[in-house]
């Protein structure tokens, strides 16, 4: 066993560091408050290579794992937050299935694109009247010469106000007609043509330099050439890239978590009331060091589900708990953050309040803890489903 | 053109230093440790340099310890062609490290040394000036700007009166000056080539050069604690308080 990162890890974290040192609270703040999209940061991110870390070296990624992917994606949280990680997210996973199930022509045509950042991708799964169980979604392609027709809604859709193309989920045969309900889908990287699609902007409660919008689609001509690996089998494509998603997703957290917990200890000991720093009582110091604890402990899980998906071993009960384990230590270091800087740290200029709104959709999404419990009950335990 | 372009290990300029409570020297612990400010804008100069004129080599050169290569390899990410670490243990005073670097000058020959005007550690300003001294070139300390025309090589640099431009031929020793450029980072393609790159390692002891220390660092001492400020109400008041109380007019 070993718990070292290996010396080029390391580079890699200095790497990324330096480059989102660049930009400091005060541009992560603007444009919070502006709602106004990073692209610099998004460029500055994209020409220093890291958009393509987990693209293979063919198609002019890095070709790494997805442990040097999540140690990105916790290094970007640690300094924007998920304005930071949601910029280019979906950039860094979304592709996966691409990656692992596109035919070459997809991946010559896309893969290079997105590793150089000159195309941003969204992820059109959520349907209002599906939700977590993704199987009943409605939005329907149907076949007609070397296109397919797709019409239906999507909801939750991150970054479709940027997006040239998106990782669509329709279905194909309706449920009632595949042998199983997980059958008869589809998964598309579709155009985001935005005279098929209306794009509206839902307005939500943080993160709000990246957008999440509504899509309406009406008739939107997708090529045969853009589907993603064989008709009919888009969940389980989709499936595949559900592991690394968390894994980023608590790295994520990790990283939101800490730098939330940077400022409530800096804070701590800088802030004199009652003649002494407030970290010197334990009311304070308690909370943020067990918010410590459960980060150490949450990043511990995602390393450890890195390194079996990297060696190609099942990890989703792993992928899991980790996500589980981070969207808690991520909220609780946020909340612990704003109580220790007590008024302050309810006032934007102080940052944490930012982190707090925006840690706390990781609860929610991509999967809610719910419904991550439930997969642990049923997999993991061999409990009875319960729904 | 073949560059080399001496590089030092320092704490990072954002880190708090304590001062070891024996004023021996400074508490490394928790210290995050980077290429010297001024030594990376000269490795970013040398890499305009090479881009601009379409071929040429880059060499970096630290001597310190073994954990020294961290750097060398950040530089070595950013673009440079690769490294000699001249290892030694011992702390080395200026005149010891730029009589290292002459060697190491010797027998690499290079068109062109380029190095910070001094290190943000200990504030030195002699190591650049000390290797050309030794080598007979001639040296462009504090550079704001370089270029190359006819031959010979045109470094302005920033003097008290304001901005001086010099010409001289190559090759020669130029110090650079925090508006010299704005370094870039490190791609990850970048970081992942510099792991191939050639990094070699020199014992210090192995060159045949006197390292005994002319300068011995007596103590360290902390600054004294800034007192916070007052503020005054008017002018008059302030000329009347820097007369009678701190008698400075
Ligand atoms: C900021 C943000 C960005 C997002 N970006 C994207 C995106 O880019 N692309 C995309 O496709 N989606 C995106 N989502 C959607 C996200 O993945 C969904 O919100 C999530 O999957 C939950 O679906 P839902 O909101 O419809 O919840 P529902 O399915 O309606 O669930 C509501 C609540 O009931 C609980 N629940 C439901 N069923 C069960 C059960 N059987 N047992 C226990 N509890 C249950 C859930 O856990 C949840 O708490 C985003 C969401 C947010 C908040």
Redesign the interface.
Known sequence: MDFELT??QR??V???R??CE?FPDSYWRDHDSRHEFPHEFYRAFA????L??AIPEDYGG?G?GITEAALVMSEAAHAGAMNAASAVHLSIFGLMPVVVHGSEDLKRRFLPAAARGEMHFSFAVTEPDAGNDITHIKTFARRDGDHYIVNGRKVFTTKAQEADRMLLLTRTTPIEKAPRRTDGMTLFLAPLDRKAVEVRELHKLGRHAVDTNMLFIDNLQVSAGDLVGEEGRGFRILMDGLNPERILTAAEGIGIGRAALDKAVRYASERIVFGRPIGQNQAIAHPLADAHARLEAAELMMLKAAWLFDRREPCGPEASTAKLLAAEAAFEACDRAVQTLGGYGYMQEYDVERFFRESRMLRIAPVSQEMVLNTISEHVLKLPRSY | MKILVPVKRVPDPATTIRVLPDGSGIATDNIKWVINPFDEIAIEEALRIKEKQGSGEIVLCSIGQITWQEQLRTGLAMGADRAILVKSDQPLDTLAIARILVKVVNDEKPDLVILGKQAIDDDSNQVGQMMAEMLGWPQATFASQIEFADGKCKVTREVDGGLETIAFPLPAVVTTDLRLNEPRYASLPGIMKARKKELKEIAAESLGIDLAPRLRIKKLTAPPKREAGRKVESAAELVQLLHSDAKVI
């Open positions: 010396s080029a580079e890699i200095a790497g990324v330096a480059l660049r020409e220093a290579g890291y393509g870390i890095s790494l």
